[in-house]
């Protein structure tokens, strides 16, 4: 029986990051909630200054995640949408249009009525 800890190897997240993705990695590696483990590193810092060069330490030395580079993500397939257009129909289109002409028209002859 195989330990499954060792089976997997330490990477940073470049996914779930806030800074350089150690925090995040670490959580991952150890199957723990990342808040926690920032939280923790927070604290290591605060106290005794520890926990910063640990992290700088781990942000050089870690590679980030293969894993989530080797499979993208992509996007679902959709369908088209048919979209059906409506006709206009032709005698409905020619009165429109014979009332706009009769409009011009009649603005026209206003227009010239008033040069005169």
Known sequence: MTNDRRAKRLYRDPIDKKVGGVASGVAKY???????????????????????????????????DPEVFADPISPPMVEPAVVETPTIEEPAFDRAEAEIDAETVDSAIEEADGEI
């Open 30 to 64: 150890f199957d723990i909630d990342p808040a926690l483990v920032r939280a923790v590193w927070a604290v290591s810092i605060l106290v005794g200054g520890f926990g910063l060069v640990l992290y700088l330490v781990l942000w050089f030395i870690l590679d980030d």
